[in-house]
């Protein structure tokens, strides 16, 4: 008797245990009436220094495919960078984040007339020379 008891006891303190295990559920609409507000994000772009941007400009051998007048470059495989304001209209960025992100990731925006060709291994660039090289390609912009 003390047994059966016990096994009661047990299976009535395991069914106990297991009510509100799987918590409060909230109903969903199943239409929503106007938008749903979406998260601000907000881009801090680093001050960089235009005279080493134009540097590495020309280091990285920028100037081979893009022309663009304050390096005296004359590339003709990417777009022209004295048009970066333009573009960046196009793709409705800042001009700042716009040139950071074509840098960082080439494929993001491509320009009409353009094929996506420029190497992704900028991306790589330590913080400060990828803000110097945003600095010098915004600068007269």
């Known amino acids: 008797m003390r047994r059966a008891a016990v096994v009661v006891l047990a299976a009535t303190a395991l ?3 297991g ?3 799987e918590g409060t559920t909230k109903p969903l609409p199943e239409t929503v009436i106007g938008s749903v ?17 134009k540097k ?18 004359n590339g003709q495989t990417g777009p022209d960078l004295d048009k970066l304001a333009g573009y960046a209209k196009n793709a409705g960025k800042p001009l700042g984040e716009f040139v950071q992100e074509s840098i960082v990731n080439p494929g993001s925006y491509v320009e009409d007339g353009y094929q996506n060709v420029m190497p992704t291994s900028y991306g790589n660039l330590p ?3 990828l803000a110097d090289l945003v600095a010098f390609l915004t600068a007269k912009q």
């Open 19 to 21: 009510c509100g295990y």
């Open 37 to 53: 507000p979406q998260e601000q994000t907000t881009t801090t772009l680093a001050k960089g220094d235009p005279a080493a941007g």
């Open 15 to 17: 069914a106990v245990s």
């Open 127 to 129: 913080q400060k020379q």
């Open 56 to 73: 590495l400009f020309a280091s990285n051998g920028c100037g081979g495919c893009h022309t663009y007048a304050p390096a005296n470059s």
